[in-house]
């Protein structure tokens, strides 16, 4: 059982200008007190078409973390325009908060951003460089994806998993056959690591 | 009898593996298949009920759900009491719930569903242990014990009252452990399992009491599970898959005899699930007809693989009903209501189905006393099934003096819980916040300001959260979910927003010319009243930012796949190395991680160790600045001295030849030094001046002055001391290189290796003592004087008495490593000499024994692993003062590391902190910390009582007592460490009366005692 539960994602400052930063709320609950760091990441899909154009606005080591509920602010500066394909500047696109303890993403928060004119008339006749846009993001709708992870992370079974064939993992079926899920002990949870 | 299949009771299609009713009857909890997890969710009963509830919109039918399994859950059980509820899934684990009290409704954050948990479960324990698949759980009478069986081929026993220590491992099947059922009297478990046989285990000592196998060699195949069950008379077990004559049966196993005579036959596949009604029935008694005395008997339901469900009545020979086609898969498990008239049975098809019967039916329910009634006649009332004070009422206090105390104890603990708290819950943690009354809201404002934020030491950015609220409360403090974003309040959009919502807060008057970008989500966030007033404008206008936002399919696989901008491993390598380049091998990391790891763990040692070689440099370094100090006689010096930094550089050199030509006379007088002299521990420099406060109360201030006056040819130093604001001082002929004092006297060492030792007022106590090498410490406690020298050597001396404790005694035997060095040295109030060494480990000369012995090992695993948080005593607080407190240091955390070595064998940990405890025991008795030997006895204690080690306990109980008639040839010591053992023993034993199991050691030991008083 993951030893970490996000309870809530309040997003702050939003709507909000295309430059300010992105402020994220985050409240989280802990099991067992950890031994590292969370590691929190913000990142910015530039275009829906490629990951070439991911930007991770800002990473943040969260801790010590004991047992607990805790919050924290994750500011992060808003992405580098000239990064953006121009014609993905204006739309909608995805903000992504990702979570990793002892470098294996355990969850994955991800909004919907739409970025828009203010002003109609600009909306109506879009300028052929984009500029001054609002960025909204669709706080009301998360989609949280959790991944199961190896939270005792001891060196030897990740290196165990080392030497497992990736392919072997990777082709699980994405949901369970009826019945029984397969063990997960034999299973190992941070396979996809190392692809 | 009605029926009725509910469809929104639903794993959304995945199977349900286990159902549960709740004592209280108002709900009932499903566990199975979620989507990518384990599931167990919590179910309103009254829309199963009543039809009317179930078309109610405002009756929830859902109270919560809980995805925390990793994987299926096979089992879910409500405790009797209703507090708990356990669930055991294929992640291995036993997960107990609790109901959170102060937490309102909410929704799991992002999940797809939209409906809320209206009851909120949290999980208080997780119970670790197994090593495969738990297959069921079940709750023992009064939730005395958890017991869990698994795929392991193990059954668990956890103790309910103390999650999560383990009580007992029961092995013996060879297969699967599939079922477990409680006697209900609480005497036996039975547990059935794939190695074709049904296990009878006693309570008393978790022996197995039957083996039976017979009826199980024909089974074949393999069902997913063997719920058994026992009859609520205790007089019958029937078990899950049995065969007879290649017919699958549920055999009836007798309790007396576990004779196996009779079978229930007729399902065409294997039976998975029995459940007795937990009602006796006794026939109803018709209108007019005159009552006459009817035999009681008891309901049993079986499920089976064939689909269908059967109904028995132990008076009648055919099944009261069959039900086929039910499910379209193997039913799974079965619950009966406590009134006894409902049931509830889930199947492998994801379906539930609730089953209503009549009391014409069935029959009319015993009443719980006539159940009671039934018991206590077949079993007796005097069952002394267990020690726990759940039996208490059952087990007899024979004698007025247990009766007194425990009374008195009941007392106490009512006094101390206080208005309402109840029982055993009373001891429950009371909320804990960290919020030091400021709201929760108020904080939530100034986070981002607040909040601490530092730079690792690779320039990363390292966030302190801000702790709201403590996970070891088991409840939480009412907080944020669903929660309002909180604009900054610098912003003029929040302003802006606010002073929008404030005035629209009546419906209808948000106008439309607003952009709905920009109000949609405010409004999302306004003050729940406003939400609900608002409802129809938000909807639509959510509705119109939603439209605006087309989700597109690229986008959607990136809510869900890991990117590959963030592969965790390259992460920890950036994080961990910096320097490794990005598309170096993992092991790289891993093998820096494991590196950076080792670091940590012996950067305590090492530091110890920097400290060492810091003060040999100081020793070094200092040596010039003496030379310029030393005025006149440096002409003197000087041909000694180079000598002796070498010295200091430890080259081996015997010590003569180190001593400046003056002093020689007086070494070769003195004894010659010691073969072991190659040791060298560090010495002070020899200061101009230095003072000291040596004493606190009285206040003693100590102040040296080195060579204040030169007298034909040598030089003077003063030793001035002030006691209270009276001063005293005297000269000594050579220089002061170190002073120590108590409250009762004063030593001071000097560069002539003299040591001069003064009463309190100034009196020399002692004529000057020669020590064979300098000093490297020097201490003094109560009256005595201890002495290291840098030859290694140490010397206590009992300043009263004029006598020597230790005599020049070599610390060879501890120094023993290479690297090792003395870091700390202490002298106790009883003149016990402690030396802490770089190692992490302390020792202490005794006397008595005239040996070295070993009191404190910061590095030795039983300090780490010994769990007796427990057994610390509420009101007491704890003893961080002796002198093994100091020694032992903060590492000494009550099993901090216990925790995460749950997985470790209950025995194994049991033992260790057994050994451990008896190490303390034994090291403060060398100490002769009188203190800490009391507080650490009453932890042993309190541990042999809670562990059951009666042969422990006596044995101490007879050290305590002695003996009770005097004889001349008893070597007993009425006391031990000035501490009277009868009084030890009186505080002892209301820690024995604590367990009712004890009570006749506890009367045998008061007896005396009170003997021994009126004597």
């Not at chain 2, 004894?671 to 020899?686: E, Q, R």
């Amino acid at each position: 059982m993951a030893k970490v539960q996000v309870l809530n994602v309040a997003v702050l400052d939003n709507p909000s200008p295309f430059g300010n930063p992105f402020q994220f709320e985050i409240t989280f609950e802990c099991m067992e007190d950890l031994p590292e760091d969370l590691e929190w990441k913000i990142i910015y899909v530039g275009s829906a078409e490629s990951e070439e154009y991911d930007q991770i606005l800002d990473s943040v080591l969260v801790g010590p973390v004991p047992a607990g509920r805790h919050m924290f602010v994750f500011q992060a500066d808003a992405p580098n325009t000239g990064l953006i394909p121009e014609s993905d500047a204006v739309g909608v696109t995805v903000v992504l908060i990702t979570c990793t303890y002892r470098g294996q993403e355990f969850i994955r928060i991800g909004y919907y951003v739409n970025n828009e004119y203010t002003d109609p008339e600009l909306r109506e006749n879009p300028p052929i460089k984009p500029n001054y846009t609002q960025r909204n993001i669709l706080a009301s709708n998360p989609r949280v994806t959790r991944f199961h992870i190896n939270w005792e992370g001891c060196a030897e079974r990740m290196e165990d998993s080392e030497n497992v064939d990736p392919s072997s993992n990777s082709m699980l079926p994405p949901s369970c056959p009826p019945g029984k899920a397969p063990p997960l002990g034999i299973l190992p949870d941070n396979s996809m690591d190392f692809l | 009898m009605k029926l009725l299949k509910p469809s929104w009771v639903s794993h959304n299609g995945k199977p349900i593996f286990s159902v549960d009713i709740h004592p209280d009857g108002t709900k009932f909890a499903t566990g199975g298949q979620g989507e990518d997890s384990g599931k167990v969710m919590i179910w309103n009963m009254a829309p199963v009920l009543r039809e009317e509830d179930e078309k109610n919109e405002n009756v929830p039918k859902m109270l919560c759900q809980m995805d925390n399994h990793l994987a299926c859950v096979n089992c879910v059980r409500w405790s009797n009491n209703g507090l708990y509820l356990a669930s055991g899934g294929d992640d291995k684990l036993v997960m107990v719930w609790k109901r959170a009290a102060f937490i309102g409704p909410s929704t799991v954050f992002g999940s797809s569903s939209k409906l809320a948990n209206v009851e909120q479960w949290r999980c208080v324990t997780i119970l670790r242990n197994h090593t495969g698949d738990v297959m069921d759980v079940a709750w023992s009478p009064h939730d005395v014990w958890l017991a869990s069986c698994s795929v392991d081929n193990t059954i668990v026993i956890w103790n309910a009252r103390k999650f999560p220590e383990m009580v007992t491992c029961l092995r013996g099947h060879t297969g699967l452990v599939k079922g477990l059922t409680w006697d209900p009297v609480g005497k036996y478990i039975a547990s059935q399992a794939d190695d074709h046989s049904l296990k009878v285990w006693r309570t008393v000592d978790w022996q197995m009491e039957a083996n039976i196998t017979k009826p199980f060699s024909e089974c074949g195949g393999t069902t997913h599970v063997l719920r058994l069950s026992w009859s609520p008379d205790g007089q019958y077990l029937v078990s899950a898959h049995a065969m007879n004559n290649s017919g699958p049966t549920a055999q009836i196993v007798e309790r007396d005899g576990w004779k196996t005579n009779m079978d229930f036959v007729g399902h065409r596949k294997a039976v998975t699930v029995v459940k007795f009604n937990p009602k006796i029935f006794k026939k109803k008694q018709k209108n007019g007809s005159s009552p006459k005395p009817s035999c009681p008997y008891c309901c049993c339901a079986v499920g089976s693989k064939d689909r269908s469900l059967s109904v028995w009545l132990t008076s009648l020979k055919r099944p009261l009903v069959v039900i086929h086609d039910l499910f379209d898969k193997s039913i799974m498990d079965i619950s009966w209501t406590l009134t006894g008239l409902g049931m509830l049975v889930c199947s492998m098809d994801g379906t539930v189905a609730y089953l209503d019967f009549s009391l014409d039916e069935l029959g009319d329910p015993l009443s719980e006393d006539e159940k009671n009634t039934i018991h206590q006649n077949i079993y007796g009332k005097s069952l002394a099934i267990t020690s726990t004070e759940a039996q208490l009422s059952t087990t007899i206090i024979e004698n007025p003096e247990m009766l007194k105390y425990q009374q008195e104890r009941q007392n106490s603990a009512q006094a101390n819980a206080g208005p309402g708290g109840a029982g055993p819950e009373s001891s429950a943690p009371k909320l804990n916040s960290v919020m030091n009354g400021e709201s929760l809201e108020d904080i939530r404002k100034n986070l981002l300001k607040k909040q601490v934020e530092t730079r690792t030491a690779d320039g990363r950015r390292r966030i302190t959260p801000l702790c709201i609220a403590q996970l070891d409360t088991g409840d939480f403090s009412p907080a944020l979910f669903n929660s309002v974003p909180i604009l900054p309040s610098g912003s003029s959009m929040s302003s802006q927003l606010t002073n929008q919502l404030s005035s629209d807060s009546s419906p209808g008057q948000l106008r439309p010319s607003h952009d709905a970008m920009l109000t949609s989500p405010p409004a999302n966030s306004a003050a729940k009243g406003l939400e609900d007033n608002n409802d129809g404008v938000k909807s639509s206008l959510l509705l119109t930012s939603a439209s605006k936002i087309e989700p597109m399919k690229a986008l959607d696989s990136r809510f869900t796949e890991r990117s590959k901008a963030t592969p965790g491993v390259t992460a920890a390598i950036s994080s961990t190395a910096g320097l490794t380049p990005l598309d170096s091998r993992p092991k790289d990391a891993l093998s820096a991680l494991k590196d950076a790891k080792t670091k940590e763990e012996t950067s305590s040692d090492s530091e110890d160790k920097m400290a060492a070689i810091n003060k040999n440099l100081a020793f070094g370094k200092r040596k010039p600045e003496l030379l310029l100090d030393g005025g006149e006689v440096v002409e003197k010096r000087k041909k000694g001295r180079p000598r002796k930094d070498k010295v200091a550089a430890s080259i081996p050199q015997p010590f003569p030849q180190v001593t400046p030509p003056a002093e020689r006379e007086a070494s070769r007088v003195s004894a010659p030094p010691a073969p072991i002299a190659v040791l060298k521990l560090p010495t002070p420099s020899t200061k101009k001046a230095f003072s000291l406060q040596v004493s606190m109360e009285p206040s003693v201030f100590l102040e040296v002055e080195n060579e204040v006056s030169v007298v034909a040819g040598s030089k003077l130093s003063q030793l001035r001391c002030s006691r209270d604001g009276r001063d005293w001082n005297t000269l000594l002929p050579s220089s002061v290189v170190t002073a120590a004092g108590s409250s009762d006297v004063l030593a001071v060492a000097c560069e002539d290796r003299m040591l001069s030792v003064f009463s309190s007022c100034g009196r020399r106590l002692l004529p000057s003592i020669q020590l064979s090498t300098p000093v490297s410490a020097l201490h003094c406690s109560a009256h005595f004087v201890m002495v290291l020298t840098a030859g290694a050597t140490l010397s206590v001396w009992d300043v009263h008495k004029q006598k020597a404790l230790v005599k020049n005694e070599s610390l060879l035997t501890i120094l023993s490593g290479a690297d090792t060095s003395v870091s700390q040295s202490l002298l106790t109030q009883q003149g016990v000499p402690v030396i802490g060494l770089s190692n992490g480990k302390s020792y202490c000369f005794s006397s008595s024994l005239e040996t070295w012995t070993l009191i404190a090992d910061k590095g030795d695993s039983l300090v780490q692993c010994a769990d007796f948080r427990s057994c610390l005593p509420t009101h007491d607080a704890p003893v961080s003062s002796g002198p093994l407190a100091v020694m032992q240091g903060r590492n000494l955390n009550a099993g901090r590391l216990a925790s995460r070595l749950s997985s470790t064998p209950h025995h194994l940990q049991q033992s260790m902190t057994l050994a451990f405890l008896e190490n303390q025991l034994a090291s403060a008795l060398t100490l002769q910390s009188a203190q800490e030997y009391r507080y650490w006895l009453l932890i042993y204690a309190r541990f042999l009582v809670n562990e059951g080690s009666e042969y422990r306990l006596r044995e101490l109980c007879k050290e305590l007592l002695g003996p009770v008639h005097k004889s001349a040839a008893t070597s007993w010591e009425p006391t031990t460490l000035g501490l009277r053992k009868r009084e030890l023993l009186r505080e002892v034993l209301p820690v024995i009366g604590e367990n009712l199991r004890f009570q006749r050691l506890f009367t045998e030991y008061q007896d005396q005692l009170e003997l021994l008083r009126n004597k």
